[in-house]
């Protein structure tokens, strides 16, 4: 039998993920809460809602591993219509007792409105970039989230044909813990 190079990919995806999963989990969490803030791409700034959901692997020296789902949604109440932005991430970082910090690469797919120097319309497309979140829990598992994706838009459109979209939300979030 032989392999695909699709099939070989796919196979050292999922080693290189098995690898940096940590060996002696301490603890996992799972996390979900919603967020309101702003995205930027190209020119325009607009509100976003943001709901988002992860799982946290803790290691016994508190070094954590995240994957995480964060869908922000444009609501249709902005000029340029409605639009969603779903980013995927994993990310490395450092937890305590009340709290983490996690940085890492995030992978966006896109259809929302924008602005350029000289155009507005709609974009949409896939984007590549890095995320960084904190949790902060001040009442048992009820927290504090404040997330920031920062995506590289490129590709062939005439609206924003490469662009930056920086995306910052805030809100609780809450936790469940298994150890």
């Known amino acids: 039998m032989t392999m695909t190079g699709r099939q070989i ?5 999922l080693a290189f993920v098995l690898s940096v999963v ?3 989990v301490d603890a996992s969490e ?6 309101l803030g702003w995205i930027q791409s190209g020119t325009a700034t607009r509100l976003a809602v943001s709901p988002h959901a992860g799982i946290l692997w803790r290691t016994k020296s508190d070094i954590t591993f995240h994957v995480r789902d964060l869908l922000s949604v444009v609501p249709p109440i902005q000029i340029g219509g409605a639009g969603v932005y779903n980013s995927a991430m994993v990310a490395l970082g450092v937890g305590w007792e009340n709290g983490d910090f996690s940085v890492g690469p995030s992978f966006a797919v896109y259809y929302m409105p ?5 155009l507005c319309g709609r974009i949409a497309g896939m984007a590549a970039g890095v995320h960084a979140q904190t949790n902060a829990y001040v009442a048992g598992p ?3 989230s404040v997330s920031a994706n920062v995506d590289w838009i490129g590709g062939s459109s005439l609206v924003l ?3 930056v979209s920086v ?3 805030a809100g609780p ?3 469940w813990s298994v150890k």
């Open 22 to 24: 940590p060996t002696q």
């Open 161 to 163: 044909p490469g662009y």
């Open 173 to 175: 979030v809450l936790r």
């Open 142 to 144: 009820l927290g504090v």
């Open 114 to 118: 924008a602005c350029g120097s000289a």
């Open 30 to 35: 799972l996390s979900a809460g919603i967020g």
């Open 167 to 169: 995306l910052v939300v």
């Open 9 to 13: 990919l796919s196979a050292t995806g």
